[in-house]
């Protein structure tokens, strides 16, 4: 597979394929992966069939749990988490957006406690095809075009 | 079961905890002073002044016989000295029994809520809820209409930013009410609340002319427009004059109609309204007195 020869092989841990390619660095920011030390390889813009282009992630060494991983499929909705060990997959999952989303994005309403106090961000997901979110504290709504990333 | 529960957005009582609070209410409004609440005291902490709010819930600790402790504003507190509200929070919660809050960020309280051992009452966070006015503004249709079932409510002026609005919206959604907004087109009643009504399987429909509304209703709620709300000057100009109801629009009416407003009231219900029978705004501040005993006496676990 041409995505194979650019983004090489791993023996163990975790591949996030299917990333729209525009999406990549936020999957990176989301799952915090530039404070992780393990090997990490990763490509965007690559060809796809079925998408024209996507992105791709591969992190040696690291599994996550699914609250941890589900997280990306606010950006990325149709992305595969492949666990690989020994160079086998032996588990393929697509990721599904959670109910609740902790500590990950910003409340887009400025008069918002979460804004001026140490309050960690948690929002309701009330609609998921949509991705519509709804802060926990203020109520208001944080949509798809709004969602910056903390 | 309301014992030991905070108030922070109505959702937070369910729709029985919601008309226990007014039955309760009720009893209330025939005798309003009993001394249920002797051995407690009360914080009532504004960091943002509102003095009807605050005397309109002292009154309601007085008349429990309980006691309180507080502020009206934050100009002489810590809270002046850069003191976080988790930590003003957590220094109240030691000398009071439950803790009634005013703040004006939105979602103060339900932050207060959480890291607080004592119950929270939010009286206003900011443009986001105020649970209280919600409760004692269903009490007023109630009592005016003799149920909340089925009614036909119009709401007019600033549904944008008008919390009372948006608060009492959503408690009405429970009682299968049909929804009429009214108001201009930079004031409209936001996204949230519009899910929220489709949600539920019910309908809505807006206006930007109140006269067309007025025949078809049970309770007209108006609300205050603020000049500052308008990006443009010319709109609030171009507008102002139409959300102002006056007597001679109110002759083609329904016989229940009643008019209802938050207050305070600028301009927005002219005065030759006041003595009509459909005038029910002062009538309705009252009822937050008994409203506000009724929650107090609930959560704290007091009988009557
Ligand atoms: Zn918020």
């Known amino acids: 597979m041409i995505t194979e020869l650019k983004v090489s092989a791993i023996d163990n841990g975790t591949v996030i394929d299917h990333i729209p390619s525009k999406s990549v660095f936020t999957v990176i920011k989301i799952l915090d992966l530039e404070e992780d030390e393990n090997q990490i390889l990763f490509g965007t813009n690559l060809e796809s069939k079925k998408y024209g282009t996507k992105g791709i992630i591969k992190i040696k060494n690291r599994y996550f749990k699914e609250a941890e991983i589900n997280k990306i499929a ?65 109520e208001k709504i944080t949509d798809k075009k709004n969602m910056v990333f903390i | 079961m309301i014992q030991g529960k905070s108030l922070i957005s109505i959702n937070d009582f369910s729709k029985e905890e919601q008309i226990d ?3 309760l209410a009720e009893e209330f409004e025939k005798k309003s002073n009993r001394h249920i609440l002797p051995n407690h005291v009360i914080a009532t902490l504004f960091f943002e002044p509102s003095t009807r709010t605050r005397l309109s819930f002292e009154s309601a600790i007085c008349r429990l016989g309980a006691k309180y402790i507080g502020f009206s504003d934050t100009s002489s507190t810590s809270v002046q000295k850069g003191e976080s ?35 929270v009452i939010n009286a206003g966070d900011g443009a986001n809820q105020h649970p209280t006015q919600t409760l004692l503004d269903m009490y007023s249709i109630r009592k005016t209409q003799g149920a909340l079932n089925d009614l036909n409510i119009a709401f007019v002026g600033d549904l944008k930013y008008g919390r009372t609005v948006h608060s009492l919206v959503m408690a009405l959604c429970n009682f299968n009410c049909n929804f009429y907004f009214v108001s201009p087109q930079e004031l409209k009643i936001p996204t949230e609340i519009k899910y929220y009504i489709k949600e539920r399987n019910l309908t809505y ?76 705004y002062f009538t309705q501040a009252l009822n937050g007195v008994y409203i506000r005993q009724a929650l107090l006496t609930s959560i704290l676990g007091a009988k009557l």
Not at chain 2, 85 to 111: C, N
């Open chain 2, 21 to 23: 609070i007014l039955n």
């Open chain 2, 85 to 119: 509200l988790r930590d003003t929070i957590k220094t109240v919660e030691q000398y009071s029994d439950l803790i009634i809050m005013r703040h004006p960020k939105a979602g103060s309280a339900r932050f207060a809520s959480e890291v607080s051992n004592v119950p």
């Open chain 1, 74 to 138: 606010l950006v990325a909705p149709i992305a595969t988490i492949i666990v690989i060990k020994d160079y086998n997959v032996v588990e393929k999952k697509h990721v599904s957006i959670p109910d609740k989303v902790f500590k990950t994005i910003k409340c887009i309403n400025p008069n918002c406690i979460t804004n001026f106090e140490n309050v960690a961000q948690q929002f309701d997901v009330i609609d998921k095809k949509d991705v519509i979110l709804k802060c926990h504290y203020c």
């Open chain 2, 205 to 280: 429909s807006q206006f930007t002319n109140m006269n067309e509304v007025i025949p078809k209703v049970d309770i007209i709620y108006m609300t205050r427009i603020q000049r500052e709300r308008f990006s443009d000057p010319l709109e609030y100009e171009k507008v102002k004059n139409s959300y102002i109801l006056n007597s001679e629009m109110l002759y083609d009416t329904k016989p229940n109609l009643k008019i209802l407003h938050p207050l305070p009231r600028v301009n927005e219900i002219s005065e030759d309204v006041d003595n009509l029978k459909e005038a029910y």
